[in-house]
């Protein structure tokens, strides 16, 4: 039918480079010595920005993951059936170092380029970076068993994908299986028990509630042993060439992350290796925790990186009411204040990943246990709603899923979720503050060196002093009724610090005002008057 012509609709945002357009990650690539991966991160960025990815990425999600429990002969098999989009992804993160790479070749600089890779990757297809994630966060936890790590290690270092369940795979990606029905992030309430079998091996028995990428070749998995919670490397294949019990009971349902299976795992007499002293399996994963609650904040940043983008874009080619939307004043507040969210959150991001080098000094390490910690709180909390304005910016069609902010806006609360929710991570920061003090004393060191900027800050950051003081001082009831205030002070004041180092005045400024000004508004858009918006949304 010919009924009428199709105008003022915007262009299909493909074929972009998505690191050349994010100007403030490419600006935080090179500031935190990572210069030299600038042409990488540049073929990333064309890749994921292609119409060919964004098409496996919309597939992905659409055609989702299913369960094959058994063969057509009754034999019981536990495979997961993804779509082939799922797996050019995959491979193609793998391919691109986004799991290991900073493992692989630790330099300065390195962390940031892989947390860089990481976001470009997820800023398109969210899903696959939960196994990239517990991939590169299973390293350091299998340092704790030089045998272990001897086996394993190589295999997570490649930069090949095989997706099918081999024994004699050259490759491999973990996942893990932590949390059960009576506990949830209270592992130690875990029932699954290890018990001590033949040449090294231990036999668990109980369940998992939630095993994600249960297709991963070895798992990290909490069990009892005699000695109290252990950490054991599970693997889905047997030296001989079997399978291991690993019985998946069915698929989580869940709101978002649909291309990334999440699932429910029997264990019966399953072979496990002990990783790490008997009886001490959460300070084995300890430092895994820290880096996927890195990816956490890398995650949600990649998020809101794409729903600015996705906006800014369409308000640039849709006009209404005589003018285009980016020019009306309404609009142009509401881009601006979305990209001053998403800028604060890359800014927290690289410079978090910079402390994560091998080269970091000791202040850096101390910072990043309290500053990972306030800003996977906050950062990660922050993303379903400004994916939400951002949606709202595209009308009727942000509200459809043939447009990628549906599923993005379905997708930001996971971030906040996994890895401890708001609760749990909020009294991990009263944690690092009573028992490593030098992680709050570097913390202040970061933003007192944004003092003088801007009287603003100046004021919040006296004020954060004040409070730190304040909860040292309380009982643990007391300080843990007043600490998510606390912690989003904390995660507001080192996003201030940073944009005012390191963003143009139009945003470090802008930001200040925004958000720790008397004006400061609730919603996305309520800007205080006087701020530079032309120059913050070209940078959208």
């Not at 693997?235 to 978002?256: I, S, Y």
């Not at 029997?266 to 996927?292: A, K, N």
Request: aromatic share 6%; glycine share 8%.
């Amino acid at each position: 039918m010919s009924t009428h012509d199709v105008t003022n609709q915007p262009p299909p945002r493909v074929d972009v480079d998505e690191f050349a357009a994010d100007i403030p990650l490419l600006e935080g690539v090179e500031r935190y010595d990572s210069g030299w991966a600038v042409p990488e991160l540049g073929r990333v960025g064309r890749l994921v920005g292609s119409a060919e990815f964004q098409q496996d990425a919309e597939r992905a999600s659409v055609h989702e993951p299913e369960l094959r429990a058994f063969d057509r002969w009754g034999n019981r098999i536990d495979e997961v059936e993804y779509d082939p989009s799922y797996h050019r992804i995959l491979g193609e993160a793998v391919a691109a170092g986004a799991h290991t790479s900073a493992w692989a070749e630790p330099r300065p600089g390195a962390n940031v380029a892989r947390a860089a890779t990481f976001m470009l990757f997820a800023q398109i297809e969210p899903g696959h970076a939960c196994p990239i994630s517990m991939t590169h966060a299973a390293v350091p936890a299998l340092a704790a068993s030089p045998e272990l790590s001897a086996e394993w290690l190589p295999r997570l270092l490649s930069r090949e994908y095989d997706g099918r369940l081999r024994a004699d795979k050259t490759s491999a990606l973990v996942g893990m299986a932590m949390t059960e029905k009576q506990g949830g992030s209270d592992v130690r309430a875990n029932t699954t028990r290890a018990i001590a079998s033949s040449e090294g091996r231990h036999l668990l028995t109980g369940h998992k509630w939630f095993c994600s990428a249960p297709m991963s070749d070895a798992f990290l998995v909490l069990a009892q042993t005699a000695r109290g919670l252990s950490c054991f490397v599970v693997p889905r294949m047997l030296e001989d060439g079997t399978r291991n019990v690993f019985a998946l009971q069915r698929l989580k349902d869940k709101l978002g992350n649909r291309s990334n299976a999440s699932s429910e795992v029997e264990f019966d007499d399953t072979v496990g290796y002990l990783l790490g002293e008997e009886g001490r399996g959460v300070r084995t994963i300890l430092e895994m925790v820290d880096r996927t609650r890195l990816d956490c904040i890398l995650g949600s940043a990649a998020g809101m990186r794409q729903s600015v983008a996705e906006a800014a874009w369409h308000v640039r080619h849709r006009a209404a009411f005589g003018s285009r939307l980016i020019d009306q004043p309404a609009m142009t507040g509401v881009i601006a204040d979305l990209a001053l969210e998403s800028e604060a959150a890359t800014a927290v991001s690289l410079r978090l990943a910079r402390a994560h080098d091998d080269d970091a000094p000791d202040a850096d390490r101390a910072f990043r246990r309290l500053a990972t910690a306030v800003s996977k709180y906050w950062v990660c909390k922050r993303g379903p709603g400004h994916a939400y304005e951002a949606l709202e910016c595209l009308g009727g069609n942000g509200y459809t899923e043939a447009f990628p902010l549906a599923r993005r806006y379905r997708e930001q609360p996971v971030m906040a979720i996994w890895e401890g929710s708001g609760n749990v991570i909020a009294l991990d920061v009263l944690r690092a503050i009573s028992r490593e003090p030098a992680s709050a004393e570097a913390f202040d060191l970061e933003l007192s060196a944004s003092r003088g900027i801007h009287p603003l800050f100046d004021e919040h950051h006296d004020r954060m002093r004040a409070r730190l003081q304040e909860a040292a001082g309380l009982d643990e009831a007391d300080a843990a009724s007043r600490v998510r205030s606390l912690v989003a002070g904390l995660a507001v004041a080192l996003q201030a610090a940073l944009l005012l180092r390191t963003a143009p005045e139009a945003v470090g400024r802008g930001f200040v005002e925004a958000r720790l000004g008397p004006s400061r508004g609730s919603l996305y858009g309520e800007l205080p008057r006087g701020l530079d918006l032309a120059g913050i949304v070209a940078r959208a």
